[in-house]
């Protein structure tokens, strides 16, 4: 793995990296909310970007035997993005429920599909077992300091996009978080750049890991139940690089219920005429029921729903 140190300048360099390859998105205004609408990217994830700094910045030789990743969809939709551009070989392992549309994603931007016997930590560890037998280059989609700097280029645009002085007003940025790569990367950037604006991380209650670890409990002894939201579904890798980054750059943690996920989900439709996914939901249900002082802005982190779940919830 590189280089553990990630810095501002490092976010910067991840910046040039992708420029041209991902989308500036923008930050709409809906309500009283602010969205940062990731849901816009080239395979609709903020995934991407990780997955781009990452692969575009691995030599030919590492590359040579092919890649690797697990994931619940958004993650492999990246990776095989972006090994589609270096010409080299993708094999994403994914939980036996993946979203369909995601898989077929995948599948259309010319990567090997592994479905794994079980949910994303199933798949995780099928996956780094499988890159270790076959010497490939492994994708993290949290655990890796250029997947981490590439998705901190969302937070370097946040602060390009708020109307300036920041000093002294009350704003927070809501983020969906699962292993903590997102939220450790916008949270080192937007820091780094603007100290006072407070960074909360946001999870449902059926896999609290990450709000468990920050409040003192074990993560081990979560158990997780079935949840809408299936790109925060999944445990962090014991010794990810995240659990200790998330201690220096987060705030405070919210749950939020399934329920809320799908007013949510509606709310966004009925605001912006568009859908995003379950997991892009949770920062906005956080957001909706804190105090409309307070300057919000919500990453929608990502727009790849599935069919079945938008007949269910109807038009807003």
Not at 53 to 77: D, F, M
Not at 104 to 131: H, K, M, P, S, T
Not at 237 to 259: F, M, P
Not at 283 to 300: F, M, S, T, Y
Request: aromatic share 4%.
């Amino acid at each position: 793995m590189s280089s553990q140190r990630i810095d501002l300048e490092r976010i910067r360099e991840a910046r040039r990296r992708i420029e041209g390859l991902v989308t500036s998105t923008p930050l709409a205004k809906a309500g009283r909310l602010r969205l940062k609408c990731e849901n816009h990217q080239p395979t609709g994830s903020f995934k991407v970007r990780g997955a781009l700094n990452k692969i575009l910045g691995a030599s030919p030789r590492e590359l040579a035997p092919g890649v690797v990743a697990a994931s619940a969809g958004n993650h492999g939709l990246g990776v095989a993005f972006a090994c589609k551009l270096r010409g080299t070989r993708a094999t994403i392992v994914v939980p036996r429920h993946a979203v369909g549309a995601k898989v077929a994603g995948i599948i259309a931007l010319g990567a090997e599909i592994v479905r794994a016997d079980g949910g994303y930590a199933e798949a995780e560890l099928e996956g780094q077992n499988l890159a270790h037998s076959r010497g490939a280059f492994w994708v993290s989609p949290y655990n890796d300091p250029d997947v981490i700097a590439g998705q901190g280029t969302i937070g370097l645009e946040i602060v390009s996009q708020l109307e300036l002085p920041l000093a002294g007003r009350r704003i927070t940025i809501y983020v969906p978080v699962s292993g903590g790569g997102l939220i450790s990367g916008i949270g080192l950037a937007v820091k780094g750049l603007a100290a006072g604006v407070r960074i909360v991380g946001v999870q449902t209650e059926a896999a609290p890991y990450i709000h468990t670890f920050l409040t003192g409990g074990d993560i081990d002894k979560v158990v997780e139940t079935p949840t809408i939201a299936d790109g925060l579904a999944g445990p962090v890798e014991h010794g990810s690089i995240t659990l200790e980054l998330i201690k220096t750059v987060v705030d405070d943690t919210q749950l939020v219920d399934e329920a809320s996920i799908r007013e949510a989900l509606r709310w966004v439709r009925r605001e912006t005429g568009e859908w995003v996914e379950p997991s892009a939901a949770v920062g906005v249900a956080a957001a909706l029921r804190q105090d409309p002082g307070q300057e919000a802005v919500v990453i929608l982190s990502g727009g790849n729903i599935d069919q079945a779940l938008k007949d269910e919830l109807g038009d807003g």
